[in-house]
């Protein structure tokens, strides 16, 4: 079974950084069929997608309103995903979700792509 665990939240001043982990178990994390993203909610705002990778390729696909500020990457050696924060704003503030698709053939920034999702970690910006 596919689970997913965020870690690395937290609050910070705007103009901070902040490093978001996401550890991957149930799957050979080793395969390169798999994508995977980070999403964020903020209160009373629909799931936005924020940044995702496949492994087959290494693409990297990014929100226009992160882009240049958040970087996604993944330990090939480790089970786990990262998402680095950089420049953080007060509208960055929101839960942020781990998500995986394992075994498919793209990747994308839609939420209706992923099957499995983390529990989500709070990040919140103060200005």
């Known amino acids: 079974q596919v689970e997913l665990v965020e870690s690395g939240g937290g609050s910070v001043q705007a103009g901070g950084s902040l490093r978001l982990s996401c550890e991957l178990s149930g799957v050979d994390y080793r395969s390169y069929s798999h994508c995977m993203g980070w999403f964020r909610q903020a209160s009373g705002k629909e799931r936005e997608g924020v940044a995702s990778?496949?492994?087959?390729?290494?693409?990297?696909y990014y929100s226009d309103s992160v882009k240049g500020r958040f970087t996604i990457s993944r330990d090939s050696a480790k089970t786990t995903l990262y998402l680095q924060m950089d420049s953080l704003k007060p509208e960055d503030t929101a839960m942020y979700y781990c998500?995986?698709?394992?075994?498919?053939?793209?990747?994308?920034?839609?939420?209706?792509?992923?099957?499995?999702w983390g529990r989500g970690a709070q990040v919140t910006v103060s200005s």
């Open positions: 998500a995986a698709r394992v075994w498919t053939d793209r990747c994308s920034l839609d939420a209706g792509h992923f099957r499995n």
């Open positions: 990778i496949y492994f087959g390729d290494g693409n990297t």
